[in-house]
């Protein structure tokens, strides 16, 4: 056990989707030629100015409602004052002293059980354009700029340092990602860059903090784990040898798995803060936030805790099925379509989610809708198919998109349910397993499976496993009197 | 009346009746335009071909609508009009083409008023009497070793000179109406908020107003007409209900209240401007205004606010020339280094003080102490203003406290910031102010008298102006 | 008093040797003028940024045109794909 207990921040950054950009109508189009999306607003040409978007402050606030925060009546926009070439106007407009939603929380569940993290603050800023640099630093070499993205709307969550293990920071991660899929305010993919987060961890052995340390450059939420159980590592040892940890920014390398320390100028910035001249303070009324929090949607949690109650599905299941809005919509209209939610999570769980993975299609791709769940369960219902067969029928109707009928016809997969059709095929069986056959009849009982499966393989699958199991029994005991 | 002697509504009116034609009129103030800029030199860039163009096309409408129909503009040279160059008086901007246009543009050439250069400046908008342009200076056309004020000079000297019949500055601590007082014309600074920023290039976002430079009152009136409105590009521009700034002007003044500043003479005071605002106050009292005396207790700290507040948000407003997307760019060995040569080699002097100063006033430590302060002391001064208008209608006092100095007279900063002692309160309470002439000094430079009106009440301001300068 | 060298820094401007002195005088000037505000009391003030009847209006989320290329290149010619290109940042 740790001695030192860590003590670990998140700043996070979230692109808001909207169409167009936080104060101007350019798109926010990902992947688009460099420099094509820009306007005298994001380009910061000399007597343009800002005008804000209604969307990217209803996404904020949506956010900040689903993050169980406050939204703040009255928010300010202040310029954050630095040099770069992305930074067109040479300031960011942001939130400073009053953001637009505060103080709140977002729970997590790890294997330790339910935590609460808490949550500082929610604020609106503008994304800054992209450089992409070439060549060593020790060349006079060039950075390439492009301002498409310069402008592009921000939220920024920040957490209070309330996060104790790597593992918990993952969760968390994974469950922000989520929400604001849920909610449809962004695509949440770091990736694309629409999620990016710096971590700040620190030890102590005491209830006073220590010395707090950044970590940028974190590309994955596999990285952002592994950055901080090394940090951790890093600092305890330093800290068991009587080395003091000092306040730094450190570089995660992705290959190596270690963090670096990064001289940055950025330590020295003075960002010289002060309220936006150009935005009049952003007023909300009471009315606007109430019909936003009431057209909320379902929330993560909140789903998977109602699918463990409503349909019965296990822990696991239920996490599985509500990592997107999309499948649990889906799920979720196949369980109200056929009355029977734990067998359809089942097959979704088992032949649909691996065809999904193995062709990297999505489940609103596949057009194995509820009619054809539905007449997929009547089949197997009414004996026609048996349970084997079933998942051959699935596979099958998602390569073609036939329905499940079609494909019975089309292949001949009716279930046998012909016991001297299956007799014979018993006797089949045994006289062509003699060793088999013998090993039963010696006591190795188990090896009725081995023979039930042979039976299962002449009928390619159709035999009716009760009744070929019935009929296997009965013959083998026949032979040991 | 020559062509270049009428008013607006006179040109616009000969024009409708085609007893004159545009071409016509561009061909004179282009005459007048060859015969004094070589002496005035009021313009960055002219081009009378292009307003020819345009004057040719005025000529082929029917229908001659607009309210500046055919009036040959003059546009300071900190907004952007499409295709030009824009420099703001600088050399970090020389070169720089505007690919939009400022609003105001916008609405100048929608009353098809015909643009006819980009008038000179005070680098920035940083200064009082146009010697801070990194071109040349501009020469008052009453006497040319004078200055004609700043930083609008070129554009006050322009309507002056009869160069152009009107012009747009730009007035953030009284560069549209100590110009207008230095060179005998009409400036006016709108009510905060009422003329659209959008497209002038930044010195104090919190202070700037674009207003027009004319030479009577009606003129005036007309301009603002044609420039006020909301405007979706401009979050600080006001939504309110559009009216006709020429609507009260004629109306008798009678029953008026006029505020004369009791501060106003603590300052040193030219005594020729001392007697023109005696004169005036008679005029006022001859036309059945009332005129009582007004506090503005903290009248002087607006300059010492004023010159914390200006310099810090145009430090930020001026962080963006750094070279990489328009503009002058000096190459450095590494990315930093060229931002510190191409700033150091493209702002003046005045606006590299400036930018230090706003730098310091904001930076960590000193904040508080400085900007912060400046921005109570700002609300102290809007309070008592506010309190101000309870009692009074409308506010009079001397546009400056002394006529034109000689080019190269001044020498501190802190000299030529006195010029604004009685411009820049107006700027910091978001009032509309305007300049009327008022008489000469001994010398024969012209006396500029101001009235200030409560927050967006320009018609009854315009009104009163009006009447003492036909009273 | 004044720490020129970090203002000039963060304001991204290298003053000659020969204007140094001269505009560090000058600024100590001023802002010795600054002094006088100390005489106001603004305790209990609040700060004025925006004027009267400020308020801040919603854009709607909808396309607007744009700068074209050549509208761009009218003030700098862009690199190839289409970027606009600065000397190396060092220290990043």
């Known amino acids: 056990m740790n001695e030192y207990k860590p003590t670990i921040g998140l700043e996070i950054h979230i692109q808001l989707n909207t169409k167009t950009k936080l104060f101007c109508g350019c798109s926010t189009q990902f992947g688009e030629k460099p420099n094509t999306h820009i306007c005298p607003v994001c380009l910061g040409l000399p007597g343009a100015l800002p005008v804000l978007n209604e969307k990217a402050v209803e996404y904020g606030i949506k956010l900040g409602l689903a993050l169980n925060m406050k939204i703040n009546k009255e928010s300010t926009f202040y310029r954050k004052n630095y040099f770069y070439p992305d930074l067109p106007k040479g300031y960011q407009i942001t939130q400073y002293t009053i953001p637009i939603a505060s103080e709140g929380f977002l729970e997590i569940k790890t294997e330790k059980g339910k935590r609460k993290i808490s949550i500082q603050r929610g604020h609106i800023e503008e994304d800054s354009g992209k450089s992409i640099h070439t060549g060593d630093i020790t060349e006079s070499t060039y950075s390439y700029i492009d301002f498409n993205r310069s402008g592009v709307p921000l939220m920024e969550i920040v957490t209070y340092p309330d996060i104790e293990t790597a593992e918990e920071a993952y969760h968390f991660l994974v469950l922000l990602r989520k929400t604001v899929r849920y909610l449809g305010v962004s695509s949440g993919d770091m990736e694309k860059g629409a999620l990016r987060c710096d971590v700040n961890v620190s030890l102590s052995k005491s209830n006073t903090m220590g010395t707090k340390v950044e970590i940028k450059n974190l590309n994955s939420f596999r990285s952002i784990r592994k950055a901080l159980e090394y940090e951790i590592k890093r600092q305890t040892e330093m800290l068991k040898n009587g080395e003091k940890t000092i306040h730094e920014t450190r570089h995660f390398d992705e290959k190596t798995g270690i963090t670096k320390s990064m001289r940055t100028k950025e330590e020295l910035n003075d960002y010289r803060y002060f309220p936006e001249p150009d935005l009049p303070p952003l007023l909300l009324n009471k009315a606007l936030v109430e019909d936003i929090k009431n057209s909320l949607p379902e929330l993560p949690t909140q789903k998977e805790e109602r699918f463990i109650r409503q349909y019965l599905l296990s822990d696991a299941y239920a996490y599985e099925i509500t990592s997107s809005t999309e499948l649990a919509d889906y799920f979720e209209s196949i369980a109200k379509a056929t009355g029977k939610p734990k067998e359809a999570a089942n097959f979704l769980m088992g032949s649909i989610m691996k065809f999904l993975n193995e062709t990297e299609k999505t489940i609103s791709e596949i057009g194995f809708d509820e009619k054809k769940f539905i007449e997929f369960f009547s089949l197997l219902e009414k004996g026609i198919i048996s349970k084997n067969i079933a998942k051959e029928i699935i596979i099958e109707s998602l390569k073609t998109g036939k329905s499940p009928k079609k494909i019975v016809e089309e292949k001949g997969l009716i279930q046998i349910t012909d016991e001297n059709k299956i007799e014979e095929i018993v006797q089949q069986v045994l006289k062509e397993n003699p060793e088999a056959v013998s090993r039963y009849l010696s006591g190795k009982t188990q090896i009725l499976g081995f023979l039930a499966g042979q039976v299962m393989k002449k009928t390619k699958g159709k035999a009716n496993p009760q009744i070929a199991n019935k009929l296997l029994a009965e013959a083998l005991n026949k032979m040991k009197q | ?471 | ?92």
């Not at chain 2, 720089?96 to 098809?112: D, G, M, Q």
């Open chain 3, 1 to 92: 008093m004044i720490d020129i060298d970090k203002i000039e820094k963060l304001a991204a401007l290298k003053l000659k040797e020969k204007e140094k002195k001269a505009i560090l005088n000058d600024l100590e000037e001023i802002i010795h003028y600054f002094e006088i505000l100390k005489e106001v009391d603004t305790e209990n003030v609040e700060p004025q940024i925006y004027t009267k009847g400020a308020q801040l209006f919603l854009r709607k989320d909808e396309i607007e045109n744009g700068l074209n290329k050549e509208a761009l290149e009218k003030n700098k010619t862009l690199a190839s794909g289409n970027f606009y290109r600065v000397k190396h940042i060092i220290g990043e």
């Open chain 2, 1 to 471: 009346m020559t062509i270049t002697d009428l008013p607006i509504s006179s040109l616009v009116n000969k024009l409708r009746n085609k007893e004159i034609t545009a071409r016509e009129v561009i061909e004179n103030y282009a005459k007048n335009i060859y015969e004094k800029e070589k002496n005035i030199k009021a313009f960055i860039n002219l081009d009378i071909e292009n307003a020819l163009k345009r004057a040719e096309e005025l000529d082929k409408m029917d229908e001659k609508k607009g309210l500046l129909f055919g009036v040959p503009v003059a546009v300071k040279d900190n907004m952007n009009v499409k295709n030009c160059e824009t420099t703001a008086g600088s050399q970090i901007l020389k070169g720089y083409i505007s690919p939009y246009n400022a609003t105001v543009v916008k609405k100048l050439e929608e009353e098809n008023a015909i643009i006819i250069g980009k008038t000179n400046m005070d680098e920035f908008a940083m200064g009082s009497s146009n010697e801070n342009s990194s071109f040349f200076p501009t020469h008052n056309p009453v006497n040319y070793d004078y200055v004609p004020g700043g930083s609008s000079g070129g554009s006050a000297a322009s309507v002056k000179s009869e160069e152009a019949l009107a012009a747009l500055g730009s007035d953030t601590g009284g560069s549209v109406r100590e110009p207008a007082a230095f060179c005998g014309v009409v400036g006016l600074k709108p009510t905060y908020g009422l003329v659209s920023r959008y497209g002038l290039i930044a010195f104090s976002s919190s202070l700037d107003q674009i207003g027009p430079l004319t030479r009577n009152v009606k003129d005036c009136a007309i301009m603002l007409n044609a420039i006020v409105g909301f405007d979706l590009h401009d979050e600080t521009s006001v939504n309110i209900k559009k009216e006709d700034y020429t609507s009260f002007l004629g109306k008798e003044i009678k029953g008026k209240r006029i505020g004369i500043i009791k501060e106003v003479m603590d300052f040193n005071i030219q005594d020729e401007i001392k007697e023109e605002l005696k004169k005036t106050v008679s005029t006022l009292v001859k036309l059945g205004a009332t005129v009582t005396e007004i506090s503005i207790a903290h009248l002087k700290y607006a300059l010492p606010a004023y010159y914390i507040v200006a310099p810090s948000e145009a430090s930020s407003n001026l962080s963006r020339f750094d070279g990489v997307r328009y503009g002058l760019t000096v190459q450095g060995e590494n990315l930093t280094s060229t931002y510190e040569l191409t700033r150091a080699e493209g702002f003046g002097k005045e606006v590299k003080r400036r930018i230090l100063i706003g730098t310091f006033a904001l930076s960590a430590g000193y904040y508080d102490a400085y900007y912060l302060k400046a921005s109570k002391v700002r609300k102290i001064l809007a309070n008592e203003f506010e309190k101000a208008f309870e009692a009074v209608d409308t506010l009079l006092l001397p546009t400056t406290a002394t006529t034109a100095f000689k080019l190269g007279e001044k020498k501190s900063p802190l000299e030529m910031y006195m010029s604004d002692i009685f411009t820049i309160p107006v700027n910091l309470a978001g009032l509309p102010s305007i300049s009327v002439p008022h008489g000469n000094d001994k010398n024969g430079l012209p006396i500029g008298m101001q009235f200030i009106g409560n927050w967006f009440k320009e018609k009854e301001l315009l009104q009163i102006a009006y009447a003492v300068e036909n009273g």
